[in-house]
Each structure stands twice: as structure tokens, then as C-alpha cells.
């Protein structure tokens, strides 16, 4: 429910509330209020907890959690970590006997609820087996087969694992045995990772993860190479940072402050993500006591990753009080009651904002027209864009500044041979996403003539209707990269089509149609755009 549906259910209420009670007292009315306005909290509180933050997005947010699962967790994450339960010396804390319990209870209901299930970890010297020590080389190599073995082949549905963890920062004391540096540096993590693709089942992402490696150049350097090295054996799936408060500040009031450059941090995740492979921030945490302070540092770091296209999913450490990281006590969202710390609710409005768009053209060009056509990737749940044009990076001589519903626009005539940068932002009733990354482009000389400059669309892509709500017509704009069959339905929430606004053959290009909601009820309606293999659904909310 949007905030926009949220105020027209009070508003509606209410009108009903007064004019049932100008037949009461005006104490018996102020009864009837207060009973109401409890229910409509209720009703409203319920609705917007109904489902993950996340739900809907092109990228999970989960949590870490241990044994004590909270009966709350799935109505605000969509994917679930183990903290200890999920470690080697916590399953065979002594060798050949192997506690599960905890283990199986995390990955039961986490699978349970089609919620992706990430092991964590394989490989870690922080909590190994104390008996690991006292095994040869040879005992010890069969000891982490064996462990690797049975983690697959016990937990075959599940989406993740760190297969080494902190391979920097903690190497196991076991290392030697698994093959040492070797030839390449790093021959013990090849071979755990040879291991982890050999036992665990098809599908099965196997990560490396590791800390504090965005704040130095150098460090991000000899991770991209162990990374590489993982790479062109195919072993590695997804790159993990764990994205602890202590890697980008100290605490607010240290009496050894220190910040590091949120500029550098997000320049060495560009890094890591240009190498194809997804990153997931898999354990962050903002430990703060004091509530404001908390929710402002989010503020700064979540969207440093939230937003990061590379970036495909995020995870908690802890979430609910008492279930957290004991070193960092106050890293919990959730008290112990159930109520929520106020970052909570800021989370849940800024992660159903949009993501930023991508741009695609022009994008870094000379010999650009006067009148450019400016185009965008459509970025989901998004009613408009903003998109600014501006004579200097700064964007403090902007020359021009619209909001429009589509994901292109031509422009009027700038001047001629002039370097431009532009952005583009988008929104819906939840807000407005950062701004994308900012491109330029050279005007030439020429103006060229509209009709002759159509672009052509290099996605398939069925963009939000604009106006929506709406009523009762609404415009649905869509395109086609190449010559093919093209259907455009709309259907209701049983399934049923009621109309049908194309089915034929298109040649490639952008379109739009309209659709006439005149007949039908107020509710909410699906637009199903389908071409070749492509399929993309979009809500339209008809509001009478």
C-alpha cells in the first residue's frame, strides 16, 4: 500500500466516521474515534508489513541470524545467513561427531520459505576445530574434504556459500595442508574451492569473502587478484565484502576518530564490480547506541551499496537485539519487544524508491546534435524522471531541468561545440533514487530534423504507465529491439484478459499505447508485454 492509497483509505474512513456520528454524544464520538483511529493504525501497520523490505526488487536484503529464529524475520528479509551454527566448530566440535541441529533449523525454514539460504563459512582459521591442530598434514586435508563433503551434499538447496572466508585477514591454520601458497599464491584456496564446486549441487554460488578491503587501493589490488586467479579456473561465482561499520568509520565520540574516504570506498567498488561477477555486501552493520545516529550513517553508507548496480544483494549481521554480533552490541534494527529502531521504517521507504536509471546515449560523445535524444534504462516501480543538463560537472549551470514519464527525450537546440554533463533521477510514491552517474557529451554544429532521428532501442522493455493511478485512461509505452511477434494484454488479478491493446508483428522501435479502463472497476490491473523470450508485468492501479 503507497502512501498515496494510505491517505485515501484514512480520508475515507473518516468522512464515513463523521457522518455516522453527528447522531452520537460528543463524548460517544470522541470514543468512536479513538476505536477507529486504533484500527486504521493497525490496518495500516499490518499492510505495510506484510512483506520483505526487498520484496519486488531486482535485489535481495537479508540477515544473519542464529538458532533463535524470530517469528518476524520473514515480514523484513528475503534471504537468510547463519551466523555461528553455520561454522565448522560449531557442527564437530569434536572430530567425527557432528551436531546439526541448529544448523538444519536455519536452513529448513529458511528453504522452507523459498528464501535463498547462504552457508557460512567452509574455510575460516578464526573458528576452526580446536582437534584440527593436533591431525597431520594428511589428516587434516581429509578432515576439511570431509567437511566441505557433507555441507553440500546435506544443504543441496542452498543459494550461497563462503566457501573461504577472510583468506587475508584469518587463514586457517590448516593451510599447508590444502596445498599451501604453491605456484599461484593461493594453491589452499584453489583447492577448497575445487572442492566446494565438486560436492556442492549445480546452481550452487560459491563466494569468497572477506573485510576492510575498500578503504586501500593496494589491498582492493590483491584481492582483484586472488579473485582473478579463482576466476579463470571457474570457481568463483560472486565476490563478498562484508560491509562491517568499523570498515568505513570509527564510532561517532571515539577518542581515536577516524572516517575513511567514501569516495575511495566507491571507487574500489567499481573496481571489484568491473569485473562481471556479482558482489554481495554480506555483512553490514551500522553500530551506533544512540537511534540518530545510527539512522544517519545509514543515510550515508546503505546507498553507497543499495544502489551500486554491481551490488546484487545485501545482508544484515543480526538484526533483532540479543541476536548480534556480541563485539558490536548495537548493531540491532529490531528491539527485543518487536518495535523498531527508526532506521527501519527510513529503510522501508528508501528501498521501494527506484534504483537510479543507466544511461545510455550519449554517453562520453563528440559531434553530438544540437537537439540530442537523451536515453535511459527504464528502472523499475518508476512513475517519472528528472533528468538535469548542465555546462559543468557541478551542475551549478543547469540549462535544463524536466520531469517526464518516458525513458527519452529530445531535446531543444544547445549551443554549438559546448561540452555537457547530464543526469537522470527516478521516482514513485515512495520517493526519488539518487542520481544516476553523470555523463557528458560535445554538441557539433548541426541541428538534425526530428522526424529522421528516431533512436532505436537497444532493450526490450515495457516501461510504467503514466499517469497511475489513473482514470480512466492511461498511456503504456514499450520497445522492441528487433523484428518480432509482439503481445500486449492487460489482464485482471483473477488472470483475465480484458483487453488486449497489440498482437501482430512489429518492426523494431519504441511504441506506446493507450489503454481504456472506462468499463471496468477501480482495483489494480496487469499489463503483460510479451515478445520471442522476453515477458515483463506492470501494475496499473485504475482509480474511480
Known amino acids: 500500500m503507497t502512501q498515496r492509497d494510505s491517505l485515501m483509505l484514512q480520508q475515507s474512513i473518516f468522512q464515513h466516521l463523521n457522518e455516522m456520528c453527528v447522531r452520537f454524544s460528543a463524548r460517544a464520538h470522541i470514543r468512536i474515534v479513538l ?59 569434536t572430530q567425527g561427531q557432528f551436531n546439526w541441529t541448529n544448523l538444519d533449523l536455519i536452513y529448513n525454514y ?55 572466508n577472510e583468506p587475508f585477514r584469518n587463514p586457517p591454520s590448516y593451510m599447508n595442508a590444502l596445498g599451501g601458497s ?17 560436492y556442492s549441487f549445480p546452481g ?69 564490480a568491473a569485473t562481471g561477477l556479482p558482489v554481495y555486501i554480506t555483512e553490514f552493520d551500522i553500530d551506533e547506541p544512540i537511534d540518530s545516529n545510527q539512522l544517519a550513517q545509514y543515510k550515508i553508507y546503505f546507498p553507497l551499496f543499495w544502489t551500486h548496480p554491481g551490488v546484487k544483494g545485501m545482508t544484515f549481521w543480526g538484526y533483532i537485539q540479543n541476536d548480534v554480533w556480541s563485539s558490536h552490541p548495537n548493531t540491532f534494527l529490531i528491539r527485543t519487544d518487536g518495535s523498531e529502531r527508526p532506521v527501519v521504517p527510513w529503510l522501508r521507504r528508501y528501498v521501494a524508491t527506484p534504483f537510479p536509471p543507466t544511461l545510455v546515449s550519449p554517453v562520453g560523445t563528440s559531434g553530438v ?30 540549462v535544463v531541468d524536466s520531469t517526464i514519464a518516458d525513458t527519452l527525450c529530445r531535446l531543444n537546440p544547445l549551443a554549438a561545440n559546448t561540452r555537457y554533463y547530464w543526469r537522470v533521477s527516478a521516482s514513485n510514491d515512495s520517493g526519488t533514487s539518487v542520481n544516476s552517474a553523470t555523463a557528458f557529451f560535445i554538441t557539433g554544429d548541426q541541428i538534425v530534423d526530428v522526424e ?43 488472470g483475465q484478459e480484458v483487453a488486449t491493446l497489440f498482437a501482430g508483428v512489429q518492426q523494431r522501435g519504441n511504441y506506446s499505447a493507450t489503454f481504456d479502463g472506462a468499463g471496468l472497476a477501480s482495483g489494480v490491473y496487469l499489463c503483460r508485454l510479451h515478445t520471442g523470450n522476453y515477458v515483463q508485468t506492470r501494475k496499473l492501479v485504475l482509480q474511480k
Open 182 to 198: 604453491g605456484t599461484t599464491g593461493w594453491d589452499w584456496v584453489i583447492t577448497a574451492f575445487q572442492w566446494a564446486r565438486q
Open 35 to 93: 476505536m477507529v483511529l486504533a484500527s486504521v493504525t493497525v490496518l495500516l501497520t499490518t499492510q505495510s508489513l506484510s512483506q520483505p523490505l526487498a520484496q519486488g526488487r531486482s535485489k535481495f536484503l537479508g540477515c544473519g541470524t542464529n538458532s533463535s529464529i524470530w517469528s518476524g524475520l520473514p515480514l523484513y528479509w528475503n534471504q537468510v545467513t547463519p551466523g555461528n551454527d553455520g561454522k565448522w566448530g560449531s557442527v564437530e566440535g
Open 369 to 398: 546534435p544540437r537537439n540530442p535524444l537523451l536515453v535511459w534504462r527504464f528502472a523499475a516501480t518508476t512513475i517519472s524522471y528528472r533528468f538535469q543538463v548542465a555546462t559543468n560537472l557541478g551542475f551549478s549551470s543547469i
Open 452 to 494: 529522421e532521428s528516431a533512436e532505436s532501442p537497444v532493450d526490450f522493455a515495457l516501461y510504467q504507465n503514466y499517469p497511475n493511478p489513473f482514470n480512466p485512461t492511461t498511456r503504456i509505452e514499450y520497445s522492441v529491439p528487433e523484428k518480432g511477434y509482439v503481445s500486449l494484454k492487460v489482464y485482471n488479478l483473477l
Open 110 to 164: 529458511t528453504v522452507g520459505r523459498s528464501l535463498p539460504f547462504k552457508e557460512h563459512t567452509l574455510v575460516w582459521g578464526a573458528q576452526q576445530p580446536s582437534w584440527i591442530t593436533s591431525l597431520d598434514s594428511a589428516g587434516q586435508r581429509e578432515a576439511v574434504r570431509n567437511w566441505i563433503q557433507r555441507v553440500g551434499e546435506r544443504y543441496p538447496s542452498m543459494a550461497f556459500v563462503d566457501v573461504v
Open 204 to 272: 550452487v554460488k560459491l563466494l569468497l569473502n572477506e573485510y576492510n578491503i575498500l578503504q586501500d587501493n593496494a589491498f582492493t589490488t590483491n584481492y582483484l587478484r586472488l579473485v582473478d586467479t579463482l576466476r579463470v579456473r571457474n570457481l568463483i561465482d560472486g565476490i563478498g565484502i562484508q560491509g562491517h561499520y568499523f570498515e568505513f568509520r570509527s564510532h561517532i565520540g571515539d577518542p581515536s576518530p577516524y572516517v575513511y574516504d567514501v569516495n575511495v570506498l566507491r571507487g574500489n567498488l567499481d573496481r571489484i
